[in-house]
Every structure is written in structure tokens, then in C-alpha cells.
């Protein structure tokens, strides 16, 4: 079987390009942050671990490189859009969401604590 062939060989490599391109671009990559986000929150779907390994891993990196200003907003607002029912893709954001907050210093998401309590509380009232 040829290697190439194999989807989620490809997805692994893609995702490990996009790494290194969001290691040398660092903050440079926030317009383009939605989109990534979008399909980083597809692939941490993937049955594949390496492929949510990886996913998790540009999501820490992503957190290293962009403002929490910049970047939560974005995140809560596409939580916020998400229809009750998609469990599955909402547990996808969390999971990015708590990947991209990991090495964040408590001071830079101190403002942006309401607005993620106030997500977290809609969710949870939503699956009571």
C-alpha cells in the first residue's frame, strides 16, 4: 500500500507542516486564526490518536505564540455558535480550548475569565 494513499497519513503530515509554519510565523498566524481554528476542532474528531496528538500540540503552541486577546474571543464565540446537540464537536472546542489556555499566565486571561464562565455555565445548563 502506497503511503501517500493513506488519509490520515496525509492529515498527519499536513498537521505537522502547519506546526512549523505556526513555530516560524508565531503571532503572524492570527488572521488566519479561524480558519485554523475550524479545522483543528475537525481533526481533534480524528479515531486516529496521532492526529488529536498533534492537534493538541499546535493548539499549546498556538497558546505560546498569540494574546489570549486575540485568540479567546474567537474560540468562545464558535462555542457560543454551536448548536446544543453536537456534543461531539463541543467536546472537540474544550478540548482545544484547554490545550490552547494550558501554559497561558493567569494574568493575560484574567479579562477574558466572565465571558468563559459565563460559556461554561451555558453549556452546563444546557446538558442538566
Excluded: W
Excluded at 113 to 128: A, D, G, R, V, Y
Aim: net charge neutral; proline share 3%; aromatic share 12%.
Amino acid at each position: 500500500m502506497n503511503l501517500f494513499t493513506n488519509s490520515n497519513f496525509i492529515k498527519l503530515k499536513a498537521l505537522q507542516r502547519l506546526y512549523f509554519t505556526i513555530y516560524y510565523a508565531q503571532n503572524a498566524v492570527a488572521p488566519f486564526f479561524d480558519k485554523i481554528l475550524r479545522t483543528l476542532v475537525k481533526y481533534q474528531r480524528d479515531e486516529d490518536k496521532d492526529i488529536a496528538l498533534q492537534v493538541t500540540r499546535i493548539a499549546e503552541l498556538l497558546g505560546v505564540f498569540m494574546d489570549a486577546g486575540v485568540y479567546l474571543p474567537i474560540v468562545l464565540s464558535q462555542i457560543n455558535e454551536l448548536e446544543v446537540t453536537n456534543i461531539r464537536t463541543l467536546m472537540s472546542y474544550l478540548t482545544f480550548l484547554a490545550s490552547i489556555i494550558r501554559f497561558e499566565v493567569p494574568k493575560e486571561i484574567d479579562y477574558h475569565l466572565p465571558s468563559l464562565l459565563k460559556t461554561l455555565e451555558i453549556i452546563e445548563n444546557n446538558f442538566k
